[in-house]
């Protein structure tokens, strides 16, 4: 498991179906080493914290396996580093392969996994195709947000190593299968919700789904 790049970019005024949209979401390879700070990493702009930044959503990772599946459904589009808005492209960290609470020290930064990514409108502006963001939901391949346990460092190339796993078996992939799944799973939604880190949204979500189940 390592870092394939580091991405970062600045707000854009975007014209979208008839209005200016500001939108950090444009981000492109950087080199060397970059800052990872308490809710970010160092020049990145974070526009609208309600779906990116904050402690619960400081660091964004989506996996090359998941641009393998992406590039085989859109083989017209060019998918470089960044293109889905992540701050770290990664290989050999899918969902799936992931637990919530999951802790990884990767360069002097240590990481831990708290919840998958829910994709907003802005999505579908990144590529140009406002139908995106339900063929990225109906595929289920969320990438993961990270809290930042301890500040430090992190480039291209570095290892990610996990340190510590306080949940086996609650995989981010499950977080993102309960949310959208029609068929809920009360056990699975009840294990979730005994997990102290599940982020607030989840964990206000899954509660009202086990309620109604």
């Known amino acids: 498991m390592h870092i394939v790049s ?9 014209q979208w179906k008839g209005r200016t949209i500001e939108t950090g979401i444009f981000k492109a390879p950087v080199a ?23 402690p619960d959503k400081a660091v964004y990772a989506y996996d ?18 960044g293109i889905f808005g992540e701050n770290l492209t990664t290989s050999g960290l899918p ?10 020290a990767v360069g002097t930064a240590v990481l831990v996994a708290l919840q998958p990514r829910l994709p907003c409108v802005k999505l579908g502006l990144r590529f140009n ?8 939901q109906a595929a289920r391949r969320s990438g993961i947000y990270f809290g930042v346990r301890q500040p430090g460092q992190v ?30 799973q009360a056990d699975e939604l009840a294990a979730l919700l005994a997990q102290p880190l599940l982020p607030a949204f989840f964990r206000d979500s899954f509660q009202r789904m086990l309620q109604a189940s």
């Open 129 to 136: 195709d406002e139908h995106f963001v339900k063929q990225f």
């Open 155 to 184: 480039q291209a190339g570095d290892a990610l190593v996990l340190v510590e796993r306080i949940a086996p078996g609650l995989t981010i992939q499950a977080i993102t299968d309960q949310y959208y799944c029609p068929d809920k």
């Open 64 to 81: 090359l396996a998941h641009y393998e599946f992406w590039q085989a459904q859109l083989p017209a589009t060019a998918l470089p580093p």
């Open 32 to 54: 060397g080493p970059v800052a990872v700070l308490a809710d970010r990493l160092a020049g990145d702009a974070q526009v609208d914290r309600r779906v990116h930044g904050g």
């Open 6 to 14: 580091v991405n970062v970019g600045q707000p854009q005024a975007v």
């Open 95 to 104: 969902d799936h392969a992931v637990c919530l609470g999951d802790t990884f």
